[in-house]
Nanobody, 121 residues
Framework: QVQLVESGGKLVQAGGSLRLSCAAS????????MAWFRQAPGKEREFVAN??????VYADSVKGRFTISRENAKNTVYLQMTSLKPEDTAAYYC????????????????WGQGTQVTVSS
């Protein structure tokens, strides 16, 4: 069982930066694929980035602006977001999967409660 708690979301201006954190419980954190998804009002949840087996994958919409990283010693995964745009406004969710990296939300067994990011123009 893994419990995930996100933090760091807030209101920022377009062009700004923000770092989200996701703290995970459990002693086997390093075995899990970790990912970030986001969901804007009225839209489906979408993949943002994941880290699996030392490799990272990004959605095209965030490539070059967002960076996912993890500190296994702290059971924490981060999402560094730069050059933020109003269209990045969404609730951001951390997710964990025992399987290999996937872009599909259905492949992730564990989810956090989400943290809101709002980017003003």
């Amino acid at each position: 069982q893994v419990q995930l708690v996100e933090s760091g979301g807030k209101l920022v201006q377009a062009g700004g930066s923000l770092r989200l954190s996701c703290a995970a419980s459990g002693r086997t954190f390093s075995r899990y694929t970790m990912a970030w998804f986001r969901q804007a009002p009225g839209k489906e949840r979408e993949f943002v980035a994941n880290w699996s087996g030392g490799s990272t994958v990004y959605a095209d919409s965030v490539k070059g602006r967002f960076t996912i990283s993890r500190e296994n010693a702290k059971n924490t995964v981060y999402l560094q977001m730069t050059s933020l745009k109003p269209e990045d406004t969404a609730a951001y969710y951390c997710a964990a999967s025992i399987g290999y990296g996937s872009r599909r939300s259905g492949e992730y067994e564990y989810w956090g409660q989400g943290t809101q990011v709002t980017v003003s123009s």
